[in-house]
Nanobody, 122 residues
Framework: QVQLVESGGGLVQPGGSLRLSCAAS????????MGWYRQAPGKQRELVAA???????DYADSVKGRFTISRDNARNTVFLRMNSLKPEDTAVYYC????????????????WGQGTQVTVSP
C-alpha cells in the first residue's frame, strides 16, 4: 500500500505565502508524477500543479506566476510553494501521485492524500 501525507496548510492573509508538502511512503518502486489538486466550496476539483519524474511542470492558469511545484525524487516528496495568495485560493488541497508499487505491479496507479485546508482571509 501507499500513503500520502500532507502538511503545511493553514490560515494566511491575502498576499501571504504558504508551502505545502506531501510525502509518499509504502511499497513504492517509483513515482511517475505528483501533483496538487484543490476543491473550493461550490466548485469542481481542479488541477493546481503537477510535476513529472523528469521535472516537467504544469500549472493552472489561475496560479501561474504565483505557485511553484517541485519534488524531491529521493524522498518521494512534492512541494507547492504558494505566494501572493488570494481569497480565491481558499480550498482543500489534495496531493496526488502516480505510483508504481514494488510488489510486482507493472503500471502506476493514482493515490491521494487526505487533503489540507488552505484559507486566505484577512
Amino acid at each position: 500500500q501507499v500513503q500520502l501525507v500532507e502538511s503545511g496548510g493553514g490560515l494566511v492573509q491575502p498576499g501571504g505565502s504558504l508551502r505545502l508538502s506531501c510525502a509518499a511512503s509504502g511499497s513504492i518502486f517509483s513515482i511517475n508524477s505528483m501533483g496538487w489538486y484543490r476543491q473550493a466550496p461550490g466548485k469542481q476539483r481542479e488541477l493546481v500543479a503537477a510535476v513529472t519524474s523528469g521535472g516537467s511542470t504544469d500549472y493552472a492558469d489561475s496560479v501561474k506566476g504565483r505557485f511553484t511545484i517541485s519534488r524531491d525524487n529521493a524522498r518521494n516528496t512534492v512541494f507547492l510553494r504558494m505566494n501572493s495568495l488570494k481569497p480565491e485560493d481558499t480550498a482543500v488541497y489534495y496531493c496526488n501521485a502516480e505510483v508504481v508499487t514494488n510488489d510486482g505491479a507493472s503500471i502506476g496507479h493514482d493515490y491521494w492524500g487526505q487533503g489540507t485546508q488552505v484559507t486566505v482571509s484577512p
